[in-house]
Structure formats: structure tokens, C-alpha cells
């Protein structure tokens, strides 16, 4: 716990000692040593067993519930770069962590070397104290860096498809802007997640794709006034979809824009000059497209607005998304509205529409936007069946490999905005093209002829 949320470092830092061997350790003449510090010498005797753990504190007091076996000194985790390496008693170095810009309140992973332990560092359930530990599967190698770190040149662009459970919550980043589309079915998740990504404050583009809860809901804590964010500009439909209309949502927007805190667009004429199309430039060099959804369909996933994101160095980095948009709107999109001509459904990577559904996917889409990798967000517990088996069968065919935050945890993709730079993709666990539990073939009639 290199930066603690609620506490002061010195009150606050601790670290978790895994034994990922098959014989238990004793940390007795032990060393820890990390830059500019003087260093520790473990001279009592901590028995680990294999599998096990140990927390060591830099002070006394529990730490999420946990008594440390030990407190320490001479080592102060620096909140900007450090390192820290575990020498045993013959001086060799048997574990090290290095990190610049860590994330805060958060537990850096513990990347396995041996034979996969039981949960380990970072899996204290959140209790008192520093409430955005997340549990995660350890036995997965993860780099946690690439899904914490902001952009770290002006020009990178990151992407992060967040876990949040059933529902979209996407957070885009470049050269300083911010821009958020959906927040997800609930604000306490939504929150963590911005906590712990250090979200700045003010918030250059917030879009809200359709009038449903599993994508509005988390955006409250934006508008917390407590929580003190600015936020430039918004996107909604404005359709009077009853979920919305009974949520605090609208009074909260109409407030801001009242006041002309917020400007406030209608995705039905996003630039408010009657053109489809409006873009937003982040100032990294990224451009957002915002497209108007179908007009006037009585479906609100139908009413989804599409969106093309397009990095700083075009040919390394586009990404189709157009929340949970059904069959109807994606053959719009490709037909009615000549999006395929401008600004172009080409995309390196697709947000799965709804949430991996089979009416969000059809092959004339995919021939259109044309992804090399798929993204879907959604619970691995959900009602609905997602990921549907035809969905999934869909991406194969097409010969698209899928990442889901259900079985993968938070997607990012990090694109330097270099000419030639690429994409990365990380998620937190697990591989590509998984399964989850709620899967099923669906027989809803839109899909009859999948
Ligand atoms: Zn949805």
C-alpha cells in the first residue's frame, strides 16, 4: 500500500508477504530495502506458511481488519517512483516491485513466480480503512501499471472498458482531457473506479448512450455536488424514458445546465447545428465522434448514440461503440445514416454491442466495422443469457477474439499516438475468448436466424 486513501503514509503503508513456495518461511534475517531509505532487518521470527501471507505494517493498528505480524521502519514508500526489494539472509534478491505514479489507496497486484498460490497480496477484502482494495485473482500474471497508470505522454490515448458489472462504464483519456461515456448500474463501483484511477476533477465530455439504468445510474457520483466535479459538456438523448425520468439523473443535469455550469447537447443534434455528426477533440490529438442514434425508434436500446473514437495516430487506433444498440440501429448505421462512408465504421476494436446480446450483433456489422478485437461489458451473474451463444459464434466466425470485464476485469487499451506506435490491450485476469456462467443460446426472434 504504497499511497493510503484515508490515512497518512506513515500511518498508512503496509505490505503483504507471500509465500508462493511449497515449504513454509521464516522471514527471521530477512531484509527490505527500497530508494533513499535506510532499509529493514526482520530480526524476530514470522513463519509463513507455503501458500500464505504475512502483513507488515509501517504502524500499529489493524489494516482492513488484519493485525500485522509486524511493524516496520526505515522504509517510506515513495508516492511518485521507488522500489522495493526482499533480500533473504544470504543478501539475494527474491522479490522486487518498482512503479512510478502508483495508484492510490490500491494494493499493487502480486505477479506469480511459482506454482500458482492461493489469493494473496491485494485480496483483503475492503472493511475500514482504505476502501478500494479490490479483490482480484492473483494466479493470473497482470500488469497492473498498463490499467492504473494514466497517459503517460501528452499523446497516449487510454481506453478503459471498466468492470462494473452488468453494464457500460467506459473511460476515455488524451493529452489531459477526459471524457466518459456511461457510468454503469451502480455509484458505489463507479466511484472505486474513479478513485482509484485518479480521475481528474474536471470531466471535459460525459455521453450517456440510451435512458437505461445499467448505464446511467453510476453517473450520479459525478454530479455528487460534495464530490465537487466539473463537468463541460453532456450527451443524452432526451427521450422521456421512464428508467431516467425516475431517477435523480435529469434534475441533476437540468440543474447544471441551468446555472451554466454544463453545456447541455441533445445526441439527436449533437453539435446543435442539425448535422449528424459532431466531433470532440481531446487535446492529445484523439477525436470523438458523436453520432445521432436512430430517430425515433420505440426501443431505447435502439436509441443508442454511436460513437467513433479515433487516435492521435489514426492507423494505430479506432474503436466503434454504440452502447446497446439492436439490430435496427446497427443496420442504420450502415445504411439510412451512411455512417460507413462518414465518418467510417472501420474500427480496430468493438464495443460488443449490448453487452455481448446477439440482437447487437449481425455479420454485415461486423464486415462493416470490421474489428480485429471485440470488448464486452457485463455481470457474470446477469438475467439476460449474455454472452449469447450466437453473439459469440458471430465474433468466431468473423474470426474476432473478445475480451468481457466479467471474466477479464477492466479492459485498457493504450495507444501511444505515435505514427506506427499500435495498441496494447491488458485486462486484469484471465484469456481471451471465455466463456461466463450466465451464457446461453438465446431465442428471443430477432436471433431466430443467427
Ligand atoms: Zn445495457
Known sequence: MIDPVTVADERGEWMEIANVGTVAADLAGWSFRSANDAGFLVHSSIVVPPGGTVLLARAPGAVNGAQPALVYYGIALSNRSDWLVLRDPDGKTRD?????????GTALVHHAIGPAP???????????????????????????????????????LVVRVLDVGQGDAILIQNGGSTVIVDGGPERRTYARWLEELRVPDTIDAVILTHAHGDHFTGLRELFRSRNG???????????QATPLSQSHLPDSVAARARRGAMLLHDTDDPCGDGRPLCTIALKGGALLHILRPLPNSRLENDRSVALKLVGPDSASFTMWLAGDAQHDAIDWFGGGAGYARTPGMHADV???????????????????????????????????????????????????????????????????????????VTVERGTKNASGPSDRKSYQPDCAAM
Open 229 to 239: 466535479r466539473v463537468i463541460r459538456a453532456f450527451w443524452w438523448n432526451g427521450d
Open 350 to 424: 468493438l464495443k460488443a454491442d449490448h453487452h455481448g446480446s446477439c440482437d447487437g450483433v449481425d455479420d454485415r456489422y461486423l464486415d462493416l466495422v470490421h474489428p480485429s478485437l471485440v470488448i464486452a461489458s457485463l455481470g457474470a451473474a446477469n438475467d439476460y443469457g449474455h454472452m449469447h451463444a450466437q453473439a459469440k459464434a458471430a465474433y468466431t466466425r468473423h474470426g474476432i477474439p473478445w475480451y468481457r470485464t466479467d471474466q477479464n476485469g477492466t479492459v485498457t487499451l493504450r495507444s501511444p499516438g505515435t505514427a506506427g506506435g499500435g495498441y496494447t
Open 96 to 104: 522486487s516491485v518498482a512503479w512510478s505514479a502508483p495508484p492510490r
Open 118 to 156: 492461493a489469493p494473496v497480496a491485494g485480496d483483503i477484502p475492503a472493511r475500514a480503512g482504505d476502501t478500494s482494495i479490490r479483490a482480484r485473482d492473483t494466479s493470473v500474471r497482470v500488469d497492473a501499471r498498463a490499467t492504473y497508470s494514466p497517459p503517460l505522454t501528452n499523446r497516449e
